[in-house]
């Protein structure tokens, strides 16, 4: 009983010592503004994360759009219930670029959805984006790096936007506020488990 | 014209073998059952990435549900989103361990939602759980780690169990079928940008 109470004791002590740290790094964050998140590394979990943070702005009720290069063309579950939400979807369409094996055919694909990005990327009613995947149209040169970086630092103020996809171009990682990097440790696929409804598709 | 001809050759040529490499894989992975993803790591995006995965189950008209650990007591939008839309949350709702600083409160209301967790890993109508931030439970030793492990290796069959949080324990590591860490390259935060709606919370 004496030991349950130390250790409660020295719980309440540590727990204030974090609480006095975080308020006081909450003071200090005082800006609001659009930020850029990008989500990059090999591991699984980046398109899926830019997913959530479009569920997360849609159901406070903000303005989202989702552009998606390279994209399988079956059918994906986090399209239907954010398109029925009100998010916008514009999607590439012409599968994995292994698929089609047709460059010209991709760059044109690219340049299309593209344009609808920094259509929007210009639009201040848009308060969130998501360029799902678009880090190999930079790598790939489908799309140029250079209109890109000048479309998102252009941005109207408070939109926010979401890059996802593997080895994410170092200027996007220069421009970007906050960036993660999604390491597999391991993935079910490996082992021999199909890709599946509801957790990959 | 010649170089571009070469290149687009070059393209097909690369495409296919990747191509070939995927057809493989995709024919050895043919194996379907439930899988625990764990996203862990000190990053942005290991919670959104599991409410992304939950918006793509519920999406697919799959029965989903969410059972929220250590909580912050503001709203959030992906739940408004996700609870219209049929997904069941079981929040513990305390708020976060440095600001209720009360060990046993939080044992209690840790153990509270632990019981609805175990009931939805016994229910054969629950295809997909997030069990959002369990690691810390574990970690902090709020829930007993072969409590949960047990519960996770008898669920039924066709279950997918979604853990996040910082330092998984490295049982859950080895139970998990997909491990993907999430690595903080930089963060607004510490550009002293806040917390925001529609991106942060």
Redesign the interface.
């Known amino acids: 009983m004496v030991d349950e109470n130390r250790?409660?004791e020295r719980?309440?002590a540590r727990?204030?010592r974090?609480?006095e740290k975080?308020d006081a790094?909450?003071n200090?964050?005082?800006?609001?503004?659009g930020?850029v998140?990008v989500?990059t590394?090999n591991?699984?979990?980046?398109?899926?994360?830019?997913?959530?943070?479009v569920?997360?702005?849609?159901?406070?009720g903000?303005s989202?759009s989702v552009i998606q290069f390279i994209k399988g063309t079956w059918a994906?579950?986090?399209?239907?219930?954010?398109e029925?939400?009100g998010c916008q979807f514009h999607v590439m369409a012409t599968g994995?670029?292994?698929?089609?094996?047709?460059?010209?055919a991709d760059i044109a694909a690219a340049q299309k959805v593209w344009q609808e990005a920094k259509r929007l990327l210009a639009d201040p009613k848009t308060?969130?984006i998501l360029l799902d995947e678009l880090t190999y149209m930079v790598n790939y040169d489908y799309i140029d790096l250079d209109e890109v970086i000048d479309a998102i630092i252009n941005r109207p103020i408070n939109q926010?936007v979401?890059i996802t996809g593997r080895g994410a171009h170092r200027t996007l990682?220069e421009i970007?506020?906050?960036?993660?990097?999604?390491?597999?440790?391991?993935?079910?696929?490996e082992?021999?488990?199909?890709?599946?409804?509801?957790?990959d598709?």
Not at 76 to 82: D, S
Not at 191 to 199: C, E, P, R, S
């Open positions: 250790k409660n719980h309440q727990m204030q974090i609480k975080v790094r909450i200090q964050a005082q800006e609001e503004r930020i998140i989500i590394g591991g699984k979990g980046k398109s899926t994360s830019g997913f959530g943070t569920a997360r702005a849609v159901g406070h903000l989202a994906c579950g986090e399209r239907n219930l954010l029925q939400n994995f670029t292994w698929e089609t094996q047709n460059r010209e308060d969130l926010h979401v990682l970007a506020d906050t960036v993660s990097e999604v390491q597999s440790v391991k993935h079910a696929f082992a021999g488990i199909k890709a599946q409804k509801g957790v598709w």
